[in-house]
């Protein structure tokens, strides 16, 4: 923990109102500036107790708080930094051990997620009956099987996929774990709209876990290994720009350089590539292909790591608005994080159960034909909180998938 990004904290408190878990329990100790205080004793001497360790692991590591610091206070490197050091100081009770090694041996692991697609598949009304009584037993067990997908056929994408038309750019493009095991569909768009606008889309065979999920929950050495091979993966492919349409992917492949800056060969290659948010990247590119009117209405839901992390708010819904026909609705309490967060809602499932269900009252307040979120993580929470709520599920899509849909002249969720 850098005890000069402690320092920065004036304490003021105008990240209260931001932070998710204190708004749900009103606990200093479970806001940004309550932590930062939590923070600024260990460095000056306490060990982390469990409940210190408590405090921190009930973080979502959402980053609205960054935005709402007048003193540009960077909670998100504390953060980051002080559950790598709650990892290697706190003793976790065996069964909390035996859950994260579970996590983090699949979920950064493609092949290993593809394994899950049949038993996932075969077991999905089971699992939706066996759920409530998991939950007896295990909460974080239950939730796992409350938010696994429905799964679609998998998808193999081509290494190259030309421009259609004069060629603009030529960009990398990140297939990711979940999103490439889980959501095929929105990288098989993300393709596509890529090249109707004019851009030749390297995709490198073999692509592993970029390393966000290990990062955000203090795998600290996982996370540094997983960033190493990406970054070699596109070197080797030749490209210096990686478009990424997951919000948690984008977020920390931005931060490379400060992830290996106890590397300076590794931090100066980070810097090499750039890396950009699909809707950041095409909104950028500005549009060639025709956009065909799509007569619905949208609810987009702000991805934290893409609003907050990445500041990426403008871009996806200039990309929405100017597809003919669509209007975009705005979700209410839309800086507060839907309880995905990464791993979030298998390691604290009741919180983010909680956070889950109020945005999902939020979304169905919006009236819209279609829920339009930006990260795997997001779509899988909100939508298992629909259907726990028993209400109609609203079709989620990616902004990609609706871009997509409009450049092809298709209805929305209709496949090609």
């Given amino acids: ?127 939706a009956r066996i759920a409530p009584r998991l939950a007896e037993v295990n909460p974080s067990l239950a939730a796992m099987a409350e938010l696994a997908p429905s799964v679609t056929a998998r998808v193999r994408l081509p290494h190259r996929v030309a421009a259609r038309g004069e060629r603009r750019a030529v960009v990398g493009m990140l297939t990711g774990c979940v999103q490439g095991e889980f959501f095929p569909q929105v990288n098989s768009a993300t393709a596509r709209v890529l090249a109707m606008e004019g851009c030749e889309v390297v995709i490198p065979p073999g692509q592993g876990c970029c390393g966000a999920l290990s990062l955000h929950s203090g795998q600290e050495a996982q996370a540094i290994r997983l960033a190493k091979r990406t970054i070699k993966t596109f070197e080797r492919a030749g490209v210096d720009t990686i478009v990424v349409n997951a919000a948690g992917c984008g977020s920390t492949m931005k931060d490379y350089a400060d992830v290996l800056a106890a590397e300076p060969a590794w931090a100066g290659r980070a810097r090499a590539i750039r890396t950009v948010d699909v809707s950041e990247f095409l909104a950028g590119l500005g549009p060639v292909a025709e956009r065909h009117p799509l007569p619905i209405s949208v609810a987009y839901h702000d991805a934290c790591h893409l609003a907050h992390a990445q500041g990426v708010r403008a871009e996806p819904r200039a990309l929405l608005n100017g597809i003919p026909g669509l209007t975009v609705k705005e979700i209410a309490e839309s800086s507060i994080c839907c309880g995905s967060a990464g791993t979030y809602n298998l390691f604290q499932p009741q919180a983010a159960r909680e956070l889950g269900e109020r945005k999902a009252a939020r979304v169905l307040a919006t009236g819209a034909d279609f829920l339009v979120s930006a990260n795997p993580g997001c779509t899988m929470q909100i939508t298992a909180a629909l259907r726990r709520m028993g209400e109609a599920e609203i079709p989620v899509a990616h902004t990609v998938q609706v871009l997509d849909a409009s450049l092809r002249g298709l209805r929305l969720g209709v496949p090609a």
């Fill in 1 to 127: 923990m850098d005890p000069e990004l402690i320092k920065d904290c004036v304490h003021c408190g105008f990240c209260l109102p931001t932070c998710p878990t204190y708004v749900l329990w009103g606990e200093e100790m479970d806001s940004p500036r309550g932590r930062i205080h939590l923070m600024k004793q260990h460095v000056e001497g306490t060990p982390i107790t469990p409940e210190m360790a408590g405090h921190f692991d009930a973080c979502l590591g959402c980053m609205s708080c960054v935005t709402a610091c007048p003193s540009g206070v960077r909670y998100d490197r504390l953060i980051e930094q002080t559950r790598a050091e709650v990892e290697r100081e706190h003793v976790r009770q065996p069964e909390d051990r035996a859950l994260r090694a579970m996590v983090f041996s699949l979920f950064p692991y493609p092949r290993r997620l593809r394994a899950m697609r049949l038993p996932l598949r075969l077991s999905g009304r089971l699992r």
